[in-house]
């Protein structure tokens, strides 16, 4: 499966994006998914996660009541809308794909776990 993410760019604190995640290839639709994020010299983090059916959701806990996380499986496409962005926001955001959609909570916020990447899309927040 591909994976193309969209939606980045430069929203002062407070403000809002939407990044969108767009998969092809077979079975596209029935595959787990997940967004992480890489700040400046850091290592790769969790951000949030959705099974194929979108009924379970997973939220890294500094992004809870912040970020939603949705799929569109129609498009193949799956959104992260964030809200009342902070500067430490500010990262390259990477889309995951598990195509054996095997995700549950233990292993959502594991690298590991997923066995397709997407380009990063950057988010700026500026204070």
């Known amino acids: 499966v591909q994976l193309q993410a969209s939606g980045g760019g430069l929203v002062q604190a407070g403000g809002s994006l939407r990044l969108s995640c767009a998969a092809s290839?077979?079975?596209?639709?029935?595959?787990?998914m997940g967004w992480f994020r890489q700040a400046l010299g850091q290592e790769r983090k969790f951000v949030a996660a959705?099974?194929?059916?979108?009924?379970?959701?997973y939220y890294e806990e500094s992004v809870k009541g912040r970020f939603t996380i949705s799929r569109d499986n129609a498009k193949n496409t799956v959104l992260l809308q964030m809200n009342s962005l902070k500067p430490e926001d500010t990262a390259v955001y990477y889309c995951?794909?598990?195509?054996?959609?095997?995700?549950?909570?233990?292993?959502?916020?594991?690298?590991?776990?997923?066995?397709?990447w997407g380009q990063g899309t950057h988010v700026t927040v500026s204070s």
């Open positions: 959705i099974k194929w059916n979108g009924i379970s959701t």
């Open positions: 290839g077979r079975s596209s639709s029935v595959i787990d």
């Open positions: 995951a794909a598990d195509r054996r959609a095997t995700l549950g909570a233990g292993r959502v916020q594991k690298l590991s776990s997923y066995d397709s």
